[in-house]
């Protein structure tokens, strides 16, 4: 246990790691209030994978960091975070309609609230 103490490296990436953990259960929670089952899911599952990290690398350290077996799961647990993270913000982007200039629809909404000289002094 002296090394998960004592070595600020390791001590940064648990605290890394606390923060995942902690940024998985808002994004569940804010996934629940606006009704979106599948980020929910990826959220709930990213949680249990950095949950699953992070007591497989206490393990590795219990070790003394010589099981490479640990580690190999260690990093694949990390990197299935990563992939669940992905999968949010791939989800997220997809379902968000953004306005842009070239945007007709977005213009006609505009047009509807300003008249016409108003939005020219805006732009």
């Known amino acids: ?5 004592s070595v600020p490296e390791i001590m940064i990436h648990m605290a890394i790691g606390i923060l995942v953990g902690m940024l998985s259960l808002m994004i569940i929670a ?14 709930v599952s990213n949680g249990m994978l950095t949950i ?5 690398g206490i393990f590795f350290l219990l070790s003394g960091m010589q099981d490479n077996a640990l580690s190999f799961t260690m990093a694949i647990g990390f990197i299935s975070v990563v992939s669940t993270d992905a999968g949010m913000v791939y989800i997220t982007l997809k379902n968000t309609t953004s306005i ?6 977005a213009i006609r909404i505009l047009r509807n609230k300003y008249n016409k000289s108003e939005i020219l002094r805006e732009e």
């Open 100 to 105: 842009s200039g070239d945007n007709t629809e």
């Open 1 to 5: 246990m002296l090394p998960m103490f």
């Open 52 to 56: 699953l990290a992070g007591m497989i």
């Open 30 to 43: 804010s996934s629940l209030l606006r009704g979106s089952g599948l980020i929910a899911g990826l959220a």
